[in-house]
């Protein structure tokens, strides 16, 4: 759902490439805003990365983050699940908005066929659910009961 001028360079596909973001600083300062750069890798020999996973949400409400200079508007979902997924300056996280040339019908339908080994591969798979609401305390002291 990025829309703007992101300059996607060309997956080899047959290298196993997707793309990942580099948090250039804390993606949780709320005064600064997300920077992040694109970089390309193999998934045959990953770097260390995070993934994310989180509804796209209502894609008419947007915020500006900046991708490798540029301003790209997303989804204020995906914002918020970058602020709070806890990578810090330096490390890597995938997501597809953002990591996937969604203007690219042919990338789209490889980069989905290979999510699978994106999230199995990734040092951690962050799970975002939104923002907490009336029910959330209640939900996560059920989640503690079960797992005694």
């Not at 339908?109 to 009336?134: D, F, P």
Request: hydrophobic share 40%.
């Amino acid at each position: 759902m990025a829309t703007s001028s992101i300059s996607y360079n060309q997956l080899d596909f047959g290298l196993f490439e997707t793309r990942f973001l580099r948090a250039v600083s804390p993606l949780s300062d709320v005064d600064r805003p997300l920077q992040l750069n694109l970089l390309t890798a193999s998934l045959s020999d990953p770097p260390r990365y995070n993934a994310l996973s989180y509804c796209w949400g209502d894609i008419s409400r947007t915020e500006a983050i900046e991708v490798d200079g540029v301003h790209v508007d997303v989804s204020q979902n995906l914002v918020e699940a970058l602020r709070n997924s806890g990578v810090g300056p330096g490390e890597l996280i995938w997501a597809d908005a953002i990591c996937i040339n969604q203007a690219d019908p042919y990338e789209k339908t490889n980069q989905i066929r290979i999510m699978g080994v994106i999230y199995s591969k990734a040092a951690r798979t962050i799970a975002w659910l939104g923002k907490h609401g009336v029910h959330s305390k209640s939900a996560f002291s059920f989640l503690e009961t079960l797992r005694k």
